[in-house]
Nanobody, 122 residues
Framework: VQLQASGGGLVQAGGSLRLSCASS????????MGWLRQAPGKEREFVAH????????NYKDSVRGRFSISRDNAKNTVYLQLNSLKPEDTAVYYC????????????????WGQGTLVTVSS
């Protein structure tokens, strides 16, 4: 599985961004998908997860209500809508795939792509 994330950028606090992640391969619908992030000097952490069908999602407590994960299985793409951004959301965001949800939730996925940088200015 190859993952290509895009959509990062510089935004003011309170602003919004939409991240996208395109997946290659024919098994996209078999995978739990998620987003992780890594801030400077910090460990990579879980942000959001979505089940293969897209019917269930999970979020890190600090982003719940502000971020929204979704997927389009016809396009092999997963999205992360980031609203009400805060400076502490500044990080490199990684798209991730795993055969079970736990590996996304503990930020140890089987696959991840190159990150996309989100910078939130105060």
């Amino acid at each position: 599985v190859q993952l290509q994330a895009s959509g990062g950028g510089l935004v003011q606090a309170g602003g919004s961004l939409r991240l996208s992640c395109a997946s290659s391969g024919r098994t996209f619908t078999s995978y739990h998908m998620g987003w992780l992030r890594q801030a400077p000097g910090k460990e990579r952490e879980f942000v959001a997860h979505i089940t293969p069908t897209g019917l269930s999602t999970n979020y890190k407590d600090s982003v719940r209500g502000r971020f929204s994960i979704s997927r389009d299985n016809a396009k092999n793409t997963v999205y992360l809508q980031l609203n009400s951004l805060k400076p502490e959301d500044t990080a490199v965001y990684y798209c991730a795939a795993a055969s079970d949800s736990r590996r996304i939730l503990i930020a140890q996925p089987e696959y991840w792509g190159q990150g996309t940088l989100v910078t939130v200015s105060s």
